[in-house]
Structure formats: C-alpha cells, structure tokens
C-alpha cells in the first residue's frame, strides 16, 4: 500500500491542525478570529490557479477542497504571525514553516539523493514539532467546539435520536427541544441501556475539544521518503487526479432534478462544452483584434526567449512622455523620471553590466538619446519565461492593475557580505508599469524598439533572519523613497521569475516610506514588512534550496541543504541544528517519474 498525499497530509494532519488552531483562536476571543479573515482576503492570487483568491470567512472551512486547505497551508504563515501570545507564537510559526517546508518536498517531481536527504531530516523535525505542539503548547488553551462544530453535532444527534422510538429530543441551537414532525407520538418505551453514547442527546453548550496526533494518518507521514525510494515521486501515486474528475460529474448532477440524472448530465457537458469551445474562439479573436496577450496558457513558441510584453502601439497603449511627467508633477516616483529613462535605455545599449545603481552619463550623452515623438506604449501585462528545477519550460504572467506584479531577480550584490556571511542570493521588485519605446541612439535613421519595466525596490530587512535554520520566511521592505534608488527601470530579461509576496500583517502600515504617489500600497500607507512565499510552489522552494536541476546554480549559490532547526519535543524545548550534507556539489541518482 503506498502513501497517499492529498487524504493523509492535506486532508488529514493539516485539516487536523487547521481546526485546531482555529479553535485556539476562538479561545482567544473573536477579534482574533475576524483579524485572522481579514488578513487572508487581502493575500494576493498567485500564478495561473496555483493560489487562489481566499473566500470571505476562512476560518468557517466551508466548502473547501483539498486544493484550498493547501493553499491556505501555503499562506498561513503571515496570517498566523502575532495572533498568539508569546512563546506559543513563536511555536506554531516553527511547526507552520517546517509542515510547509516538508509539504513541498513531498510534493516535488524530481528527488536527487540531496533533496530526499533533507526530507528525511525534516520529516524528524516535523515529527518533534508536532508532539511538541501537541504536549506543551495546546495544555495552555482551553479549547471547546466552534459553532459550526456544535451545530453539526446537535443535527447529527437530532438525526440519530429521530430514529429511535420513545427517545427524547435534544435541544436544537436555541436551547428548546427540537420536535420532528415525521415522527408519530410513541407508544413503546425504549429502555435506558439501548440508548448507546453516540444517541444521546448532546448536553447544552459546547464540549471540549483537543489536539490529537494519535491517528493513523499521523504516522504515516515517517514513510514517505521510503515510499519514493522504492515507488518514484508522490505525484505519480497520488489519488488526486481521480478525485478531481468526481467533482465534475457531482456539480452536473447538483444542477439537474436528480430525475432520471443521466440523460440531464450528458446534455449538461454538450452545451458545457459549446460553450467553452465559444469562450476559446472569442478569446482568440479579442487577442488577434487588440494584440494584447491573454492570461491563458501559453503556447510553445511562446516560451522561447526570456519574456512576453505586447507591441501594440494603438492610441489607447500610447502616453505623451512630457504630458505624463507633468501630469504626476510632485510624485515621488516620477522624480527625473526622463532624464533616469534615457540612462537606462543608453546603459543597455551599451552593454554595460546592470549592478542595481543608475548609470551616470552626462547631459551630452543623454541627449544622443530620443524617443521618437515623446510618446511611451503601455501595456497590463508580461510573461517570463523560465525553466523548472524539473527541467521543464514554463511561464508567470504578472498584471499591473492586479496584485500580482512583484517580480524576482538574482542578485548583483558580492555572495559574502562584510562578516563573511552568504547575502540573500535574489532581488525583489514591485513592477509599477510595463512598457516599450521606440528610440534613435546617437543620430540613427532606424529606431529600436526597447521593452522595460518601471519598478519599485524592495530591500532585505536587516534585522531579520529567513530560512530554514530559522524556520522563518525571509523577509522584505519598500526601500524609502528618499533613497536614489527607490525607484527605476529594469531589463525585463534580467527577472527570473513572479514572485509571490504576502505583507507582514503584524508590522502594520507606515507613511513614511512614501508620501502620497500612485505607487503607494494603500492611502494610509505601505506595509513595513512583506514577506517571501518561498513555498507558493514546487520550483519557488527549490530556487531557495539550490537543489533544481534545471535552475543550473552557480557552485557558490548559498545553499540552505546544510542546517534545519531542529525541534526537540518534551519540557527540554531549545534550539538545535542539525547539520546536513557538506562538501561538493553533485547532482545523482535522479528519481523523476
């Protein structure tokens, strides 16, 4: 029998643990609880279906799939963050990070000998945070049934007592016996001893409810790195896929009269289909019409070279570059917003090196450089092209005008920083317009048409520490816009990837990194923090580990395969590492399926 990811882990500890912090947060009063929706509603969708859109009220779990809880396993770090007191918060922060960090391994489709050596690590740390959680920290809660619990629980009683002749009914939710009325009065008395535990009616108020690891599905997690050894990666055991094509057939059944269902659900898929062959075609003519591209897959030709931005140059994409800058006179992110343009655009066409820093050229240099008519093209949308840790060609599309435009970019700081330590190996930035023009270098006849992104940078926050020997998420901020650099323009070639970022809730907002400007967060301010979702998907964590073979790593690319805090369960609660594998770097023994 083989491991089955999406009942044991998402459906099964998960779920389990989800519930229960839920009902920690209900103990804690329900500010917190209505904090802890807010927070999820503001995270962003991330990459075509890979997060969703969270709903309204998370902590009531009604109406999710397996698909959800991983997305909400995904995302729950910074909704959690600062809602518990301290130490517990600290705790369920280390038990969140090393249960997400354990889910992406266990989800990858290429393992190495190194990759499956620190799931092995972590499904020991996994184990020790989950007893340690379970024994120390949930002792200090008193936890009891949410309403949906108990009201769940008060109809299955009603149920199983509407069955049973002479039996009393329980109260419903208003504390007044519930009377069926498809039950005649009875005539025979049942005696005491048949009414068993499970029929008896549920005592007013809600019970208590605890953390329990003692399940099946809680010690099957141990065998997975045994499970792939033997049988190939997860992907190719996992039941998800048939249980997915269910969800079709019970939706087509849901809308019919539940009638002779047959013949109503295959003419349900015919005119199901129509339509979506009518969608495909509309799309395809829009996008022929407008040359602007859609957010639908892309196509093989598509993902040759590094990116995707329209050319379109209609009058609706065009800008009078003058007019634009006069237009946002006074906002910080148009400050010398042309004379910063054309040292961007005069840099790439002289091939020098991009480092981060503006290049500096004279008023004369600048000035061999004209934008034919002063006008700029601007566009919604981009594509990056990449290739997977698994070898394989894919694409992120970021949209100005949605939350997902940040994007991520290496590094072009020195790998070591003063102490001797490994800097961050990536760079962040929120992309603020997405554009192309035309231009004459130096006297030309022809003009060259140069795509480039209008960016804002972000910065490391140096007082904090991200990864695995921390079990936190790295950690960024808005550079102040009094810095040179706060602002400016990027290759698009240079990006590696979206990147999905969520805000530190916890930090709050500020004003002082930036007064009043379109490329503010909100009208009260920027988030100080936002976080890195390096878990968003499989290629994102192993950007990150340094483990994807299809990233091609430099050798001195900062490695996080060397040391995993390790959770110690019991009264001795400390920080430990456990050392990982060292010494040269080799890819071997590839297991793909």
Not at 247 to 260: D, G, I, Q
Not at 498 to 522: V, Y
Request: with cysteine.
């Amino acid at each position: 029998m083989v491991v089955d990811l999406m009942h044991e882990i998402e459906l099964g500890i998960w779920k389990t643990l989800l519930q229960h912090l839920i009902r920690i947060l209900y103990s804690l009063g329900s500010d917190v609880v209505y904090e802890f929706n807010a927070r999820f509603r503001q995270v962003s969708a991330f990459g075509r279906s890979t997060i969703r859109k969270f709903p309204y009220n998370v902590a009531d779990l009604s109406g999710l799939a397996a698909r959800d809880y991983e997305d909400i396993l995904q995302c729950c770090i910074p909704c959690f963050d600062g809602l518990l007191p301290d130490p517990h918060n600290d705790t369920v922060l280390d038990l969140l990070y090393t249960l997400n960090y354990w889910h992406s391994m266990a989800k990858l489709r290429m393992h190495t000998d190194t990759s499956l050596h620190v799931f092995q690590q972590l499904t020991t740390v996994l184990g020790a945070a989950l007893r340690y959680f379970a024994d120390e920290t949930c002792r200090h809660f008193q936890t009891f049934e949410t309403d949906k619990e108990y009201q769940a629980r008060s109809r299955a009683s009603a149920r199983r007592l509407a069955k049973v002749p002479g039996a009393a009914h329980p109260p419903d939710a208003t504390g007044q016996p519930h009377i069926s009325q498809t039950v005649p009065a009875i005539e025979v008395v049942v005696p005491p001893a048949e009414l068993t535990p499970s029929i008896i009616p549920p005592a007013l108020g809600k019970r208590p409810k605890k953390f329990n690891i003692s399940t099946p599905k809680a010690h099957f997690f141990p065998d997975y790195v045994d499970q792939i050894k033997r049988f190939g990666t997860t992907d190719s055991l996992s039941t998800k896929l048939g249980e997915s094509r269910h969800t079709r057939l019970k939706n087509y059944n849901n809308r019919t009269n539940f009638n002779n269902a047959t013949p109503q659900i295959i003419n349900i898929d015919v005119r199901d289909a129509v339509h979506l062959r009518m969608t495909h075609e509309l799309e395809d003519l829009e996008s022929s019409s407008t040359g602007e591209d859609t957010d639908s897959l892309a196509t093989p030709d598509e993902l040759i070279g590094a990116y995707r931005i329209s050319s379109d140059e209609r009058p609706r994409n065009r800008q009078f570059l003058p007019d634009l800058v006069k237009k946002n006179q006074g906002d910080p992110a148009f400050k010398k917003f042309i004379p910063r343009l054309k040292a961007h655009l005069l840099a790439r066409k002289r091939g020098l090196p991009f480092t981060g820093n503006e290049a500096i050229f004279s008023d004369a240099e600048l000035s061999t450089v004209i934008i034919r008519d002063h006008h700029i093209f601007s566009h919604a949308t981009a594509g990056f092209n990449y290739t997977t840790y698994d070898v394989r060609r894919d694409q992120d599309t970021i949209n100005i005008n949605s939350g997902r435009r940040d994007v991520l970019l290496p590094s072009f700081e020195p790998s070591f920083n003063a102490n001797g330590q490994h800097t961050h190996p990536y760079w962040y930035a929120r992309v603020l317009g997405i554009h192309h023009v035309n231009v004459f270098f130096n006297g030309q006849y022809i003009s060259e048409k140069v795509h480039f992104l209008w960016v804002r940078w972000f910065g490391q926050d140096a007082e904090w520490k991200g990864g695995p020997s921390t079990l936190r998420l790295n950690r960024i901020g808005f550079v102040p816009s009094h810095d040179i650099d706060a602002f400016g323009f990027l290759d698009p070639a240079l990006v590696i990837r979206a990147s999905h970022l969520i805000p530190a809730f916890h930090c709050g907002r500020t004003p002082r990194l930036l007064g009043p400007s379109i490329a503010q967060d909100a009208n009260e301010g920027d988030w100080v923090n936002y976080y890195v979702m390096r878990f968003a998907d499989r290629d994102m964590i192993m950007r990150y580990l340094g483990m994807g073979v299809g990233h091609c790593q430099s050798p001195d690319f900062p490695r996080e395969d060397g040391y995993v805090k390790h959770i110690p369960s019991g009264e001795h609660y400390s920080t430990e590492y456990t050392e990982g594998i060292s010494g040269p770097w080799f890819y071997h023994n590839i297991l793909t399926f």
